[in-house]
């Protein structure tokens, strides 16, 4: 027979593995983007589909929050979402933001300049164009983050 005292020790025992065996809230991706804009709402789908969790925030003007972000002129697109104290910039596919998330690497934020077709938002049938996900360091400089080669079929 167990006395009150071990019941209550193996109680406050299993505490720390019942916490750990819940699983981690998924990081909240807010994304800023127009309301008429059909391309960042295939993107924001795209992102929902591979199970991140998306919180839209229509707005007529992105650029307050860019800005804010230190997204540099050059890296800008259509929409910026911030996760985690980074931002992702334009069509940025969904396995950059959690290899961004997993790596958590010393930068402001990821992008993909401009609007590449086949990135995700831009798929045009059967066309894929090459293109970079960009690292945007503190001091602003840029790199490849990833580099997706993607076969163009015309």
């Known amino acids: 027979m167990i006395d009150r005292r071990t019941m209550i020790g193996i109680s406050?025992?299993?505490?720390?593995?019942?916490?750990?065996?819940r699983p981690a809230k998924a990081a909240e991706v807010n994304v800023y983007k127009s309301p008429y804009c059909g391309c960042?709402?295939?993107?924001v789908d795209n992102l929902r589909m591979?199970?991140?969790?998306?919180?839209?925030?229509?707005?007529?003007?992105?650029?307050?929050?860019a800005n804010k972000a230190g997204v540099p002129a050059n890296a800008r697109s259509c929409h910026t979402a911030?996760?985690?104290?980074?931002?992702?910039?334009?069509?940025?596919?969904?396995s950059d933001v959690r290899k961004l998330l997993r790596e958590r690497p010393k930068a402001r934020?990821?992008?993909v300049p401009g609007m590449p077709v086949g990135s995700p938002g831009m798929e045009q049938g059967t066309r894929k164009d090459a293109?970079?996900?960009?690292?945007?360091?503190?001091?602003?400089?840029?790199?490849?983050?990833?580099?997706h080669s993607q076969t163009a079929s015309r």
């Open 12 to 21: 406050l025992a299993a505490i720390p593995a019942i916490a750990c065996s």
């Open 40 to 43: 960042c709402g295939a993107w």
């Open 50 to 65: 591979s199970g991140l969790n998306v919180v839209v925030h229509e707005m007529e003007d992105v650029t307050p929050i």
């Open 82 to 94: 911030i996760v985690e104290g980074y931002f992702i910039e334009g069509h940025v596919p969904a």
């Open 109 to 111: 934020g990821i992008a």
């Open 131 to 147: 293109f970079d996900t960009l690292i945007i360091g503190r001091d602003g400089s840029a790199g490849v983050f990833v580099r």
